[in-house]
């Protein structure tokens, strides 16, 4: 798998129909990896975002906002719970409707906890951000994969630094990160038959925003760069 993220989010050919799965339960959702979707627009790529109810208003105003400038590319924002699979499908039904085709599907779901010890996780917690963390990922690929393989189009699956090198307080988020590493290995091979790349972001900018008393000390000083 490559990860280089400019190889994967910058320039689109102008006829491609993109789909972000995108989840922000706390931060304003124009933030983050949410940057890509103006950047895909601005190189001309017809864009389909997504977002929870709670905000709908404010997506339909990046819509505005994209749609009214200058860039040759569109925008469209959809409501979409990813935690409902009919949600997910009905997602994809739209952008297809919309575009004839889908060539990208972004996986950018996810939750990050605040900091808490096994301790403190009840199995539900657990379970819950696995559901929006893994499963909605693996919910937007099945419902993506009939129309990506049309395409031979890719499936980008924001992964995290941390889910390999892990993370203290952290047991579920790096948990899930783990597996969305491992299911897009998994997806790649299964689906490379069909000229679908399957690759994951692993967000390697994090790198440099965790403090180093969020890594075990060994780690913190054998990666700890010298200036």
Request: aromatic share 8%; glycine share 8%.
């Given at each position: 798998?490559?990860?280089d993220?400019?190889?994967?989010?910058?320039?689109?050919?102008?006829k491609?129909s993109?789909?972000?799965?995108?989840?922000?339960?706390r931060?304003?959702?124009?933030?983050?990896?949410?940057?890509?979707v103006?950047?895909?627009?601005?190189?001309?790529?017809?864009?389909?975002?997504?977002?929870?109810?709670?905000e709908?208003?404010?997506?339909?105003?990046?819509?505005?906002?994209?749609?009214?400038?200058?860039?040759?590319g569109?925008?469209?924002?959809e409501?979409?719970?990813?935690?409902?699979?009919?949600?997910?499908?009905t997602?994809?039904?739209?952008?297809?409707e919309?575009?004839?085709?889908?060539?990208?599907?972004?996986?950018?779901?996810?939750?990050?906890?605040?900091?808490?010890t096994i301790d403190?996780?009840?199995?539900?917690e657990?379970r819950?951000?696995?559901d929006?963390?893994?499963?909605?990922?693996?919910l937007?690929?099945?419902?993506?994969?009939?129309?990506?393989?049309?395409?031979?189009?890719n499936i980008?699956n924001?992964?995290?630094?941390?889910?390999?090198i892990?993370q203290?307080y952290?047991?579920?988020?790096?948990?899930?990160k783990?597996?969305?590493t491992?299911?897009t290995?998994?997806?790649?091979?299964d689906?490379?038959?069909y000229?679908?790349r399957?690759?994951?972001?692993?967000q390697?900018f994090?790198f440099?925003?965790?403090?180093?008393?969020?890594?075990?000390s060994?780690?913190?000083?054998a990666?700890?760069?010298?200036?």
């Amino acid at each position: 798998m490559r990860n280089d993220r400019n190889h994967m989010l910058q320039r689109p050919h102008p006829k491609f129909s993109w789909m972000f799965v995108i989840w922000r339960s706390r931060d304003n959702i124009w933030n983050g990896n949410w940057a890509a979707v103006p950047g895909q627009v601005r190189h001309g790529a017809k864009v389909v975002f997504c977002a929870p109810g709670s905000e709908g208003e404010r997506g339909k105003v990046i819509e505005k906002e994209l749609n009214d400038s200058v860039w040759p590319g569109e925008g469209h924002f959809e409501v979409c719970d990813v935690l409902r699979e009919t949600d997910i499908k009905t997602l994809v039904s739209v952008t297809v409707e919309l575009y004839g085709q889908l060539d990208c599907l972004v996986n950018n779901a996810g939750s990050h906890p605040p900091d808490q010890t096994i301790d403190d996780v009840s199995a539900q917690e657990f379970r819950s951000l696995m559901d929006l963390n893994v499963v909605s990922c693996f919910l937007a690929a099945k419902a993506a994969l009939p129309h990506l393989r049309k395409t031979k189009g890719n499936i980008i699956n924001i992964a995290s630094l941390v889910g390999l090198i892990g993370q203290k307080y952290a047991v579920p988020y790096v948990a899930t990160k783990g597996a969305v590493t491992a299911m897009t290995k998994a997806m790649a091979i299964d689906e490379s038959k069909y000229g679908v790349r399957v690759n994951r972001n692993p967000q390697l900018f994090e790198f440099q925003h965790l403090t180093w008393q969020y890594l075990d000390s060994y780690v913190g000083e054998a990666c700890k760069p010298d200036s």
